[in-house]
């Protein structure tokens, strides 16, 4: 995936359609002077739908396309004829996308599985003809229901990757490497900070035919909470990992220090991350002897914990087991199958940059309330 194709947020403006008028008509054919009212009813205004689609990675293909604005239904006709519907249209997101109302920053929806879809904005009822409201004492109706309205909101949709295990360190800790090593994934990988720009998503092999996903999260550095290096940009994909994996190099001067470092900017961006299992892989292992490593194991905080290296491969099958076995705890596991425990809060919008093409409004739309045809 090209760095600068990766689009985790836009904002977009929906608008449903508007129903179509009743038709106030009356039947007149030869030989039938008082055929009676005959008005059918206006079609329904079509609908903006939200799909989860497994095929899309980013929200690229929206980032130019600013205006969702779906069709009126049309007015009903004589002869009992009832209006054509609004065609709704159907915006396809990739799986793991949020959306948020732009101005209050109101949580709305969530989409987790392909194929899930949420209606965003109803389009209106199209109105009733006068052929409903015909009764014994008044038997020439001369009114019919107007359509109901549109329906318009701006919407800030915004993509948090979905994966079972998520890579937490500070820029060059190893996680890139790590993932190249344990999966398929590509990712870009030198020797200066923040190489990763954007999350990469590989599919880790274990024993018969398991697997699980792991994301690699650009790196953390202390204040990133507060918007220092990446800033909260990508805080975001940790939210939707089942496991928290902290990678800290075998060469750092103080691992625990690390630890509660990455942890305190967690907790500042969201203390339900504090919830999440957390796990430690100390990176970079070749460079130890046992005496070292004995010293290190000392002073490592009290979580699970296993040393590896990416270069000569030692540790990993270790660090594949522990990552299995607690994806498959009492815990976790149910949550993997369910939305139960997962972090909704309503967005920070400040926390979002804009360019200016982002706040056009469409044209205004063409005055769309058809007469009802006269007798």
């Known amino acids: 995936m090209a760095e600068t194709n990766f689009v985790d947020y836009v904002k977009i403006f929906c ?15 030869k030989y039938v002077p008082k055929g009676g009212p005959d008005g059918g009813d206006g079609g329904d205004g079509g609908s903006v739908i939200l799909r989860g689609n497994r095929n899309y990675w980013t929200l690229l293909h929206l980032r130019y396309q600013r205006h969702i604005l779906a069709d009126h239904g049309e007015g009903g006709t004589g002869g009992q004829s009832f209006g054509k519907k609004g065609e709704s249209k159907i915006i396809e997101v990739p799986c793991g996308t949020v959306a948020y ?3 209050t920053g109101e949580y709305i929806c969530d989409i987790t599985e392909d194929g899930e879809e949420v209606v965003l904005l109803k389009g209106g009822r199209g109105g009733r003809g006068n052929v409903h409201f015909k009764s014994s004492t008044n038997q020439t109706p001369r009114y019919a ?7 318009e ?5 915004e993509l948090k990757l979905l994966a079972d295990v998520g890579l937490v360190g500070f820029p060059n800790a190893g996680k890139s490497t790590l993932l190249s090593v344990v999966s398929a994934a590509k990712p870009k990988i030198a020797d200066y900070p923040f190489t990763t720009l954007v999350p990469n998503l590989g599919i880790v092999s274990y024993h018969d035919g398991k697997s699980f996903v792991m994301a690699d999260i650009p790196g953390i550095i202390e204040g990133a909470s507060e918007g220092r290096g990446l800033g909260l940009r990508f805080l975001r994909h940790i939210e939707r990992n089942s496991i ?3 990678l800290i190099p075998a060469d750092s001067n103080d691992i625990k220090n690390d630890y509660n470092i990455l942890l305190n900017e967690l907790k500042e961006y969201n203390p339900e991350l504090l919830d999440k299992t957390h796990l430690l892989a100390i990176s970079k292992s070749d460079m ?23 270069f000569t491969g030692s540790g990993l099958p270790l660090l594949k087991d ?38 056009v409004l469409p044209p205004e739309d063409e005055e769309y309330d058809e007469a009802a045809p006269t007798i």
């Open 101 to 103: 109302d732009a101005v």
């Open 288 to 310: 130890l002897d046992e005496e070292l490593t004995d010293a290190i194991t000392k002073e490592l905080p009290d979580v699970s914990y296993v040393f590896f290296s990416s």
């Open 145 to 151: 229901q107007p359509g109901e309205p549109f329906e």
């Open 15 to 29: 608008r449903s359609g508007k129903g179509g008028r009743g038709s106030a008509h009356f039947r007149r054919e």
């Open 322 to 359: 522990m990552i299995w076995r607690e994806l498959n705890t009492e815990d976790i596991a149910p949550k993997m199958q369910s939305r139960e425990g997962e972090i909704h809060r309503n967005l920070e919008i400040s926390s979002l940059k804009f360019e200016p093409e982002d706040e």
């Open 153 to 157: 909101r701006w919407i800030i949709l």
């Open 244 to 246: 928290l994996l902290f």
